[in-house]
C-alpha cells in the first residue's frame, strides 16, 4: 500500500462527494441562524482574564504559537517534564487528613494509604505552623486546622507504621519548615532510615502564608534564612525531599483569575530564587526542590491550560536565570478549590471536584488532593474523605488516563488558550517586577486589590445570575437538609495536648543538660550549619518550640500587611438562605412562602412564573404556583387563603396594565401589608406599576442577590 492510498478506500469515495467547506461558510451559516444577532456578541465569550474565546479553531490559530511543536518530556515541558508522562510514573494520590492529635491522624493515614492513597498532605494546625509548642500557644490555635506537633514522639506517633522511605510525605508547614523538617529527619534516624530516601516536600511558603493571613510569626528574612539552610541541607542529603513550595491558593480563594494565579506564583518563586541566591544557593540548587501547588477551580479548559502554560513559564524562568534543562523542570501539586464549593445542595461539589480533578490529569499534575463535598461546612468525614480519594482512583483505574500522554496536546484551541494565559500571566509578572518584586508589592496592597477588583466582578456575575452556582443561585433545592458542621472541644483538646508536651519534658529531664547544651549550640549558627544543629537538638529530646525560641531568638516580627478576603461564590446566596432557614425552625419549619399570582392561561404566564419560582427558591423562599387565574379577585382570595408572606404577579407586559391595578386594589383590602413583586420589568410602564404598589421587579437584568436580600428585610428576615 503506497503513503498516499486511503486507510479506508471507501471514506476517500464518500468525502470527495462533498465539497470542502471553509470557515466563512460556517460563519456565513451561524450569522444566518443567528438571525441578526451580532456574530461577536453571540458567539465570542469574553473571561474574567480578558481573553476573547471564540466558538471555533483552525490550524491556523495555533501557527503562532512557538510551543505547539514541542514534545513531552523535552523543554520548554509544556506537555510534561516526562516523556513517558503517567505510562512511567502516575501522579501521587495524596489527601488532606483532617485529623489534630497524632493518634487520629495515624489511624486516618494507615486507613489512606491501604485504600489508594500513594502520598500522605500532613497539614499542620496554627500553632505548630507558628512553631509554638501547645503550652506555649492560644488554645484557639492549637489543633485549628491540622495536626498538633510537639516533640518527635509525636511525629513517631503520627507516623507509626509507615514507611518513610517509599512513602512521599507533603507538609503543610507554613512560613517556615525547618523545626518540623528537624522533627523528620531525626524520627528517620531513630528509625535507622535512610535519609537520602525521605520523599515529598516540606512545604516552606512565607509569602504564601504573609497574603493568606497578613502577618508572619517571624521576619521575612528570618524565614528565608531558615529556607535557606533546609534548602542547602536537603540538597546535599535529602535530594528527593522538596524545602520550598510556591502557594496560588490565597489568590485563587480570593476570587482571582488564571492569569493573576500564574503571574503572582512565578513572582513568589521568583523572590525565593533571588532570596536563596542571597545565601549562596544557585538556580540549579533551589528550582528542583521548589514545587507549585495549584489551586483548581472547575472551568476546565482554563484550568488545563493554566497548568500546562506554568510549566511553560517556569522553564522560561528559570532559563533566563541560568538553569539548566533538569532545573527547568516545574514540579505541579493540584488541590481542587473551596471558590465555587457550595454549602447548600453540598453533593453538587462532588461533580465539581471531579471536574477539577481531571483538569488537573490533562493538565498534567504531578500530585493531588481532592477536597471532600463537605469542606467548606466541615471537617470531611471518613465517607467523605473516602469519596474524595476515589474520585482520583477512578481516573487512575478506570477512566485509564495512566496509558496516554498528554491527551490535550495538539488540541488547536488548548496550544491557543495555554500561550494566551501564559503571554498575559508574563506580562502581569513583569509588572510585579517593575513595583520591586513579589514582597514590595503584597506591601503596598497592589495585587491584593487587583485580585479583589476581579472577585467583585466574579461576585457580581453570580448576583445577576449571569454566572451559574447550580443548587445555590439557579436549581436551588429548597428544604433540603443541611449538613451539620461537627463541634470541636478546643480547651479540652488544648488540655490534653499540654499534658502530653509537659510529660515529654518531665521525661526528658535526665538529659535536660544536653538539651540545653544541643539548643546552645542552635545559636549563631551559619546558615550551612543550622539545620543540623536543630536536628541533633530534637535528637536530644528538645520539642519543635524550643527550637524554634533557639532559632529566632533574635528575630523581630514582620511588618503586618493586608491580607487578601477569601470568598466563595456562593456565600451571598447562603447567607440569606440560612437567614430563612432560621426563620423556618423558629416557625416550626414553616419557612417564608411567595405566592405567584398567575394571571391567564398556562401559555401567557408559564415563562415568567417559571422564572420567578427559581428566582425565588434561591433565596431559600417557599413558592407557591397555582394555574392561571381569571380574575383579580380570584387571585386575592387564593393568596389570601393561602397565607402567605409575599405575593409576585406573572403574566405578559401586555396585561399588566390593567392587572395590577386590579389586583392591587382587591389585594390591599385583604392584606394590606403584604408585599408585592411583579416578574419582569417592562421599562416604560415601571413607574406606574411602583405607583400601584409594586415593590420589586424579578426579571433577567435584576441582582438577584440584592431582590432577595430586599424581600428578606421585608419580612423580618436579617441575613
Known sequence: MSDTTPANPSAGALLSEFPPAGYDTWKA??????????????????????????????????????????????????????????????????????????????????????????????VLDRATRNGADPDWAEASDVGAGGLSLASLDDLDRALEGIDLESTPLFIRSGASGMPVAALLVALARRRGDDVRCLRGCVEVDPLGVLAHEGRLAQ???????????????????????????????????????????????????????????????????????????????????????????????????????????????????????????????PYVNLLRTTVEAFAGVLGGCDSMQVGGFDEVIRSPDEFSQRVARNQQLVLREECHLTRVIDPAGGSWYVEWLTDALARRAWELFQEVEKRGGMAEAMR??????????????????????????????VYAQVGEKALGAVETDRATFHRRRVREVTDVRTAAEGQHQMVLDRLAGVLGQSEAALFQACSEAVEAGATLGEVTRAVRIEDQLETPITPVCLVRLAEGFERVRRAVEVRAAEGEGRRPAVFLANFGPLKQHKARADFARGFLEAGGFKVISPAGFRTAEEAAAAGDAAGVEAVCLCSTDETYPEWVPAFMAVWR???????????????????????????????????????????????????
Not at 513559564?313 to 536565570?321: T, Y
Not at 487587583?450 to 466574579?458: I, L, N, P
Not at 406606574?688 to 423580618?716: N, S, T, W
Request: hydrophobic share 50%.
Open 444 to 473: 503596598s496592597g497592589w495585587p491584593q486589590l487587583e485580585v479583589a477588583r476581579v472577585a467583585q466582578g466574579r461576585l457580581q456575575a453570580v448576583a445577576r445570575r449571569r454566572e451559574s452556582v447550580v443548587g445555590t443561585n
Open 669 to 719: 383590602a385583604r392584606r394590606p401589608g403584604v408585599p408585592v413583586l411583579l416578574a419582569g420589568h417592562p421599562s416604560e410602564q415601571v413607574e406606574a406599576l411602583k405607583a400601584a404598589g409594586v415593590e420589586d421587579f424579578i426579571h433577567l437584568r435584576a441582582d438577584a442577590l440584592e431582590v432577595l436580600k430586599r424581600l428578606a428585610a421585608r419580612l423580618g428576615v436579617a441575613p
Open 219 to 345: 521576619s521575612l528574612s528570618g524565614a528565608y534564612r531558615e529556607m535557606a539552610s533546609l534548602t542547602a541541607w536537603g540538597a546535599a542529603h535529602a535530594p528527593r525531599l522538596q524545602t520550598i513550595c510556591v502557594h496560588s491558593r490565597a489568590w485563587h480563594e480570593a476570587g482571582g483569575h488564571a492569569v493573576q494565579e500564574l503571574a503572582f506564583a512565578l513572582a513568589t518563586a521568583l523572590e525565593y530564587a533571588r532570596a536563596m541566591a542571597g545565601a549562596g544557593l544557585g538556580i540549579d540548587v533551589v528550582a528542583p526542590r521548589l514545587r507549585f501547588a495549584f489551586t483548581v477551580g472547575s472551568r476546565y479548559f482554563v484550568e488545563i491550560a493554566k497548568l500546562r502554560a506554568a510549566r511553560l513559564l517556569w522553564a522560561r524562568l528559570v532559563s533566563v536565570l541560568g538553569g539548566g534543562m533538569e532545573a527547568q523542570r516545574a514540579t505541579l501539586h493540584v488541590r481542587t478549590a473551596h471558590f465555587n464549593k457550595t454549602a447548600f445542595d
Open 29 to 122: 451559516l451561524v450569522e444566518a441562524e443567528l438571525k441578526g444577532a451580532p456574530f461577536e456578541r453571540r458567539m465570542v465569550t469574553e473571561l474574567v482574564e480578558g481573553i476573547a474565546l471564540r466558538p471555533i479553531y483552525r490550524a491556523e490559530d495555533a501557527e503562532g504559537v512557538a510551543h505547539a511543536g514541542s514534545l513531552p518530556g523535552f523543554a520548554p515541558y509544556v506537555r510534561g517534564t516526562r516523556a513517558a508522562g503517567y505510562l512511567d510514573q502516575p501522579w501521587e494520590v495524596s489527601q488532606e487528613i483532617a485529623a489534630s492529635s497524632p493518634a487520629e491522624f495515624n489511624d486516618a493515614a494507615r486507613a489512606g494509604l491501604g485504600r489508594g492513597l500513594t502520598a500522605l498532605n500532613m
